[in-house]
């Protein structure tokens, strides 16, 4: 609601739209911009934007007017009395009519989307297109406003922000179709009449498109469209200009695509339709000669239109090319596929990347035919696409360092690695080992990936296709013995002055032929001294990190040999040039490689592996150093690097009655982190990291830990308290999973949770407690699930369950994706705990207590959660709520019956406006 009881006086209203545009005082315009944003709301709004709207004093006010009015029409329109409807249309109507070309754009716009969104919502008003085109069409000043309102009415009619009903729209669809004829005749007469006004030939383009879109005009008009064929005369003219040029290759896409939903449908055995389809065909393929046109004159943005237009042809056609070509025969139509390949031979990599939608489709559909027949018939252009993106993928010649190095260089990284995860989509149609034999057969002077001679390569080329092998090696079969071998080796005996890229790129590609290593163990060793030799050198330790991870992974049983070389990786990890992403990697390498040690083995080896980072952070402790990020002196790095190890650490348990391998290691190490979250307890970073450590150092050991149950309690409730971390909450949903099964253990995590519960209310409790912390109500929930999961009886039995239930009523409104999900969550462990036969020897303990609750609640969860899905919620959260209101059906389906009736008669009537507009996609 707005704060305003009074109007406010239009002058000073004049005066704050001006201190918003031109106060030289920076506080002012922000104060001016709430004032008006207030007045928006308010009732007067409309009378004072209509009176602005009158007088035209300036630029500034007009459009503050022009947009008050949208706004009020689009979210307010229910403040207006039936009967002052028509005086608002004939108001709007008059200040359109006086639009003339010196109008602003933006206030035009503003005026003609406020009576799109008028015409959507008066339902007196019939027949309001012809209407329109009656009062305005037969005047050349009023063409303009008139165009731009038949282009936005559409595009507002399947607008969500828009509040119309199911009916009313389907009743204004209904309306549109039947005056398309009007708007086409209409249109063909603006094209007729000659103008030379650009502007208002990118309108009749745009009008046409919006009307297209929303299906009014039939496809089986294209071919005799007048409209149709100005586009294609403007995408046959190489001299338009490039706003014409854009908006009838927006025209023609949207065409495309229309064409490509009916034919998805199936109705492609419509004569008509096929007629259609041949005419869009025919006139597309004839753009040919414009493009390379383009291309010539290096029109860069007439090459991209171009290329959008082929790719959307090819994605219409697609399911029919695979139709035509399963039959035994090839579609016409898969000729388009040579067009667009010609788009992705285009010099600058921006025009290739706009086809990758259409390779990825191509690529699905024939990886679930999976037919060998219809892989052959497309091979050629695959092997076509995947040597052109090689090329696009070669660095400049003149480039000196790696390829994010120097002026555009993460783009074209971003380029690459859409290229990568292309190639890895397709390749399967040439086959992984064709790709492979074929880039390196580039590399060595034979024949390219398209039979032509390759003279020496140089070292650009060379990279381009190391990179393309990489993104396929993964699926080389580790049994390949011919070309493999020969990289392996190639890439082993690099001269020292190679090119660093592709010295980096070789060590990517070792990285991923990890399986084929793994079943060729003599190559082992000598890969291994080559990426430790890779790891001193700057630039390129990163790389050789990943590579070993990899290797670790795939070869763990080979890679035992080899650990007390790890090892003393591991002790000069900050000797090399790398980051601290990088060795985190290498530590969670060697942690996969110690989890395969005999057992004997396994504790003295961690606990060398954890006291490298544990003296580090007991360091820094007693020297109180302060902290400077990402440096030696910020123990979030030593905590990273532990909790790396504590959660890959993963030894095969055969007895588990048996001492845990890790146990003791654990048990050492909880003095630090103890001291850790003491020392910092202030620096959320810092205790997330740490509570971050402790949950992998419990997960390592599982229950074997349960003696560092208490002191861990002990040291997290008081700090919860005192600060309000939520990670403490979320590190004590991780010890009820782990513990809450042991009845010794019960205790002590109920007492934890009830001490969590009072600090937890005060800050929630508070004005927007809900809104500002949600991390903390994520966190809580979660623990109070595991509860309900683990031990459903004690936390039913405690006395805080009826506050627990309440704070999470009340959080059921709450637009948070995570917060809420954990809020829905809970109920419906909550519910499901109170039926579920999981454990029949408590289920009519657990039934009666939740009940019991119910009975007490039940009404009010129910209203809450009506509520919250109407007015509060984003749509995509409603599948979480429906799953409660279905356990609440299952739970007592006449309780439910009678809840939601009596929800229902809470909801405000059809008049009210809701406190809360939810926007759905």
Not at 217 to 236: K, R
Not at 720 to 733: P, V
Request: charged content about 20%.
């Amino acid at each position: 609601m707005s704060s305003f009881s009074l109007p406010p006086s239009l002058e000073t209203v004049y005066q704050a739209v001006c201190s918003l545009y031109n106060n030289t005082n920076p506080v002012e315009p922000g104060k001016a911009s709430l004032w008006l944003g207030e007045l928006q709301k308010s009732v007067f709004a409309w009378k004072i934007a209509d009176e602005m709207l009158h007088e035209k004093r300036n630029i500034e006010s007009c459009y503050f007017a022009a947009q008050t009015m949208r706004t009020k029409i689009q979210f307010s329109f229910h403040e207006l009395p039936q009967e002052a409807h028509i005086s608002l249309r004939d108001s709007l109507l008059e200040h359109i009519s006086q639009i003339n070309e010196h109008t602003n754009s933006a206030i035009v716009t503003q005026l003609c989307l406020a009576l799109a969104d008028l015409v959507l919502q008066m339902t007196s008003w019939q027949k309001p297109v012809v209407d329109l085109i009656n009062r305005f069409g037969t005047s050349t000043s009023n063409l303009w406003p008139l165009l731009e309102i038949l282009t936005v009415l559409p595009e507002e009619a399947n607008s969500r922000s828009l509040r119309l009903g199911a009916n009313r729209r389907h009743h204004m669809l209904l309306e549109f179709n039947a005056s398309a004829d009007t708007v086409t005749e209409f249109l063909k007469m603006c094209l007729k009449n000659g103008s030379d006004n650009v502007q208002i030939r990118v309108t009749i383009l745009r009008c046409f498109t919006s009307w297209i879109t929303i299906h009014a005009i039939p496809l089986e008009a294209i071919p005799s469209s007048d409209v149709i064929t100005y586009a294609l005369q403007v995408l046959s003219n190489h001299m338009a200009g490039s706003q014409l040029h854009e908006t009838a290759t927006d025209c023609i896409c949207v065409i495309l695509q229309t064409l490509g939903e009916d034919t998805s449908r199936g109705s492609n055995n419509s004569a008509q339709l096929q007629q259609v389809q041949l005419c869009v065909f025919t006139s597309v393929m004839n753009l040919e000669q414009p493009y390379h046109l383009s291309v010539a004159h290096e029109d860069m943005e007439k090459s991209i239109n171009y290329c959008r237009i082929f790719t959307e042809l090819a994605e219409t056609f697609l399911e029919l090319m695979i139709a035509g070509s399963e039959r035994g025969g090839q579609f016409y139509a898969t000729q388009i596929l040579d067009l667009v390949l010609t788009c992705v031979g285009h010099h600058d990599y921006e025009v290739a990347q706009i086809t990758f939608n259409l390779w990825y489709r191509l690529s699905e559909i024939l990886y679930q035919k999976n037919r060998d027949d219809l892989n052959i018939v497309f091979r050629p252009h695959i092997e076509r696409l995947i040597g052109a993106l090689c090329r696009h993928c070669q660095m400049e010649p003149d480039h000196l360092g790696l390829v994010e190095e120097g002026g555009g260089g993460e783009e074209f990284a971003d380029f690459r690695n859409r290229v990568s995860d292309l190639i890895k989509d397709v390749v399967f149609v040439v086959g992984s080992s064709h790709c492979f034999r074929q880039m390196f057969s580039s590399l060595t002077g034979g024949p390219g990936p398209q039979g032509q001679l390759v003279h020496t390569p140089t070292w650009d080329s060379t990279e381009a296709a190391l990179f393309v092998m990489q993104a396929v090696a993964k699926n080389i079969l580790p049994e390949e013995n011919d070309v493999v071998p020969k990289v392996v080796e190639a890439i082993l005996n690099l001269p020292e002055n190679t090119h660093i890229a592709v010295r980096y790129t070789s060590i990517l590609l070792l990285g991923e032929l990890c399986e084929w290593i793994d079943r060729h163990p003599q190559s082992l060793e000598p890969v291994l001294n080559f990426l430790l030799a890779c790891l001193n050198q700057k630039g390129l330790g990163s790389a050789a990190s990943g590579a070993l991870l990899s290797i670790c992974t795939a070869c763990p049983l080979h890679m035992a040999s080899h650990f007390s070389g790890l090892l003393q990786i591991a002790r000069s990890l900050d000797n090399f040039p790398i980051s601290n992403d990088a060795a985190i990697g290498l530590l969670k390498g060697v942690s996969i490689i110690l989890a395969r040690l005999p057992h004997e083995e396994i504790t003295t080896a961690m606990r060398e592996l954890c006291c490298f980072q544990a003296s580090s952070l007991w360091a820094l402790l007693a020297d109180n150093i302060p902290i400077e990020r990402g440096t030696k002196t910020d123990p979030v790095i030593w905590l990273d690097r532990l909790a790396a190890i504590f959660k890959h650490t993963n030894p095969q348990i055969d007895d588990p009655n048996k001492p845990h391998p890790c146990q003791s290691v654990v048990i050492e190490m909880w003095p630090v982190l103890s001291n850790v979250c003491e020392r910092y307890q202030r620096d959320v970073r810092v205790i997330e990291r740490c509570c971050r450590c402790i949950r992998f150092a419990v997960r390592c050991v599982g229950k074997h830990s349960a003696q560092l149950l208490e002191p861990i309690v002990k040291q997290i409730v008081p700090l919860y308290t005192a600060h309000q971390h939520s990670c403490f909450l979320y590190l004590g949903s991780i010890l009820v999973d782990e513990y809450a099964t042991d009845s010794e253990c019960i205790c002590n995590l109920l007492n934890m949770l009830q001490a969590f519960i009072c600090p937890t209310f005060a800050l929630l409790e508070q004005e927007d407690g809900l809104k500002n912390h949600p991390d903390t109500v994520d966190d809580l929930f979660r623990l109070c699930a595991r509860f309900l999961q683990r031990a459903p009886v004690p936390l039913l039995h405690s006395p805080v369950i009826g506050s627990i239930v309440d704070c999470a009523i009340m959080a059921c409104s709450l637009d948070h994706r995570d917060a809420n999900s954990s809020v829905m969550k809970f109920f419906y462990d909550f519910l499901h705990s109170g039926r579920s036969y999981k454990d029949r020897s408590d289920y009519t303990i657990r039934r009666q207590l939740v009940q019991n609750i119910l009975q007490e609640k039940g009404q009010t969860l129910v209203i809450k959660l009506l509520h919250a899905s109407v007015f509060e919620l984003s749509s995509y959260m409603l599948s979480d709520v429906a799953d409660v209101i279905i356990e609440l059906t299952r739970n007592d389906t006449d309780l439910m019956s009678k809840w939601l009736a009596e929800a229902i008669l809470t909801m405000p009537s059809q008049n009210a406006p809701p406190s809360h507009i939810r926007t759905a996609n």
